[in-house]
């Protein structure tokens, strides 16, 4: 699933649109992808109006229209978000197509885990506005991390790694990655972090997500033609889907088990816990570190004393929504 690079990256996508007409729209109105607004009605209303801006955060895409018209974008485990050309022949999987009159803006999807969302009002929509503030963001402080690491003590690194709540965006991949740079085992409990490791932890999540913006998302330059192609060998990523991968920091091979649900890939010669036996394997279940006491339970902390939940409105003032340099020339 793409997580928050690729998500920045696919909005850049289509922000070469940005300022020009919707002349019209051509979508799959039976396609899954609908199942959270009408299609026709979507259509109806995109139809004339004008692409202003552009978000993303965490791993959705909100695109704002002239009107008070609003497009959500969740891209799922295989939706992409492409620029075609004006003539375009839509394709089997292309459920929406924005037709301009310079290119054809694709959202293509084979598997319809993605999904198209609709709003109009003069705000942009209450599912945006509670998504939780971004890692890079001010309020991921330290303490804001202690306690809800706290509140997670019994679950796995991986597992809370990929609370959406807390870290949106993150996914498997930035997880692993993370771990892995902080040198912490995707196994070990939460709650078993020390001031200085829990420190590393919040250093290396923003880490890697502004160096995947940077790298995947063009952030700071022109916006890469392919995914992954300015990652270096450096990094854990393009290591961890190889049978008999190695770690490029130390040589050591990569270990691979499920954790917290999802495929799991670490060092053992860099992210070292006494949970883990000597070749690699994790905890038997019912032990006292065992794999049940790794992904159930939490110690109870008062819900007002947690720094990170959702904050009403904070995408809205958190983000400006990408306006076409040319806008005020009023492109076609």
Not at 168 to 185: F, V
Not at 244 to 256: E, H, N
Not at 281 to 295: C, D, H, I, V
């Amino acid at each position: 699933m793409p997580e928050l690079a690729e998500v920045e990256f696919y909005r850049r996508r289509w922000s070469a649109g940005h300022g020009a007409a919707i002349l019209a729209v051509h979508l799959h109105p039976r396609a899954r992808v609908y199942r959270d607004c009408d299609p026709l009605r979507l259509q109806q209303a995109l139809t004339g109006t004008r692409l202003l801006g552009s978000a993303a955060a965490a791993k959705q895409i909100l695109f704002r229209f002239s009107g008070e018209n609003w497009l959500g974008i969740h891209l799922g485990m295989s939706g992409e978000l492409r620029v075609e050309p004006a003539g375009y022949a839509a394709q089997t999987h292309d459920h929406l197509i924005l037709r301009q009159a310079r290119r054809s803006l694709v959202f293509t999807d084979p598997r319809m885990f993605g999904s198209v969302r609709f709003d109009h009002g003069p705000d942009p929509p209450p599912w945006w506005t509670a998504l939780a503030p971004p890692v890079l963001a001010k309020e991921f402080t330290l303490s804001a991390l202690t306690v809800f690491l706290r509140r997670r003590a019994l679950a796995p690194l991986k597992a809370v790694l990929l609370m959406q709540q807390h870290f949106p965006g993150i996914g498997n991949w930035m997880a692993d990655e993370i771990l892995w740079r902080a040198g912490l085992h995707p196994a070990r409990p939460a709650g078993s972090l020390s001031r200085a490791e829990t420190r590393t932890l919040r250093r290396e999540c923003r880490q890697v997500c502004r160096l995947a913006l940077r790298r995947i998302a063009g952030h700071g330059g022109p916006l890469p033609l392919t995914l992954n192609q300015r990652i270096p060998k450096s990094w854990l990523f393009l290591h961890r889907w190889e049978d008999g991968g190695r770690c490029p920091r130390t040589g050591a091979l990569l270990q691979r088990a499920t954790i917290g649900g999802r495929t799991t890939c670490w060092c053992p010669a860099r992210q070292k816990w006494k949970g883990e036996s000597q070749n690699g394997e994790q905890p038997a279940a019912g032990s006292r570190a065992g794999s049940r006491r790794l992904t159930s339970g939490r110690t109870k902390v008062p819900r007002d004393r947690d720094p990170l939940r959702p904050l009403s409105g904070f995408p809205l003032t958190s983000f400006n929504f990408q306006l076409c340099a040319h806008a005020s020339q009023t492109p076609p």
